[in-house]
């Protein structure tokens, strides 16, 4: 089993600031990752996938890097409607694995 | 706009079974793979189960191997997650979610989840 890997856990931005939150893989994933935000009792919303193609809808300030083992989310700018759970995820091997997830607060 | 509406949750005695359908809608629902995943009370998302769109092939994590069986009827729009020999730690809320036409793919867009209770 692929072992997903976030960090940090929590991240405390001020709106407008730049966040980065980083993926790591147990082993090589190609470009087989997505990235998913979560707001408390809503279902995960794909940002990302192939490692850095934006979904349908998702605003330009969301970015995604990486490829084989280390991966990187980028929001630019952060905006009151970013703070969420941030989760990222392997679908290049059986089982597919998640992140732990990194929460992102109001610094 | 995808619509996903799972329902068929409640609470089950340990050893139970549940069957959760998931009613798909605004897309070709036989074109893609479909996937259940879950998140128990306060945790991250698990991945449990994969179907493609023809239903020829399907995957598990190994915890629910053997006990849960995921099938869809693309005459219905529906896809199923049958959940037999429930056990206390399947308590969570189970996410339908629409991948791609391909399963190795992404998961697209997801339903608003339905939350399954194990407990005595």
Known sequence: ?107 | EVQLLESGGGLVQPGGSLRLSCAASRFTFSNYAMNWVRQAPGKGLEWVSTISGSGGSTYYTDSVKGRFTISRDNSKNTLYLQMNSLRAEDTAVYYCAKGGIVVVAATFYWGQGTLVTVSS
Request: glycine content about 8%; proline content about 6%.
């Open chain 1, 1 to 107: 089993e692929i072992v997903m890997t976030q960090s940090p856990a929590t991240l405390s931005v001020s709106p407008g600031e730049r966040a980065i939150l980083s993926c790591w893989a147990s082993q090589s994933v190609s470009s087989n990752l997505a990235w998913y935000q979560q707001k408390p009792g809503q279902a995960p919303r794909l940002l990302i996938y192939g490692a850095s193609t934006r979904a349908t809808g998702i605003p330009a300030r969301f970015s995604g890097s990486g490829s084989g083992t280390e991966f990187t989310l980028t929001i630019s700018s952060l905006q009151s409607e970013d703070f969420a759970v941030y989760y990222c995820q392997q679908y290049n091997n059986w089982p597919r694995t998640f992140g732990q997830g990194t929460k992102v607060e109001i610094k």
